[in-house]
């Protein structure tokens, strides 16, 4: 099981990125995947999450500005993110286990190395 996130870099306030988090040797229909950040001096933070039924979750200081989505023929989860904010700065990594998890981030057992994503003017 791998996964590979891709995507970050550094934008201005109120601007857009999509990562991208391509996952092999499972299928997304087994699996969960979710998007995870930490910010430096913080715990990691799991602000999206993807089940393998297709249905999603968001953390509230996401919603309506983070969009979880995946493509079963590339087998990759995407994370398009909008109107970003200095708070979003941090380095974003997908993980993945059977269920979405945004507490016990422990549970997930697969990770991808991260990404980093930097919101500053």
């Known amino acids: 099981v791998q996964l590979q996130a891709s995507g970050g870099g550094l934008v201005q306030p109120g601007g857009s990125l999509r990562l991208s988090c391509a996952a092999s040797g499972f299928s997304l229909e087994d699996y969960a995947v979710a998007w995870v950040r930490q910010a430096p001096g913080w715990e990691r933070e799991a602000v999206a999450c993807?089940?393998?039924?297709?249905?999603?979750s968001y953390v509230e200081s996401v919603r309506g500005r983070f969009a979880i989505s995946r493509d079963l023929a590339e087998n990759t989860v995407y994370l398009q993110m909008n109107d970003l904010q200095p708070g979003d700065t941090a380095v974003y990594y997908c993980?993945?286990?059977?269920?979405?998890?945004?507490?016990?981030?422990?549970?997930?057992?697969?990770w991808g190395r991260g990404t980093q994503v930097t919101v500053s003017s």
């Open positions: 993807i089940r393998s039924s297709g249905y999603y």
């Open positions: 993980a993945a286990d059977r269920d979405c998890w945004f507490q016990q981030l422990f549970q997930y057992h697969h």
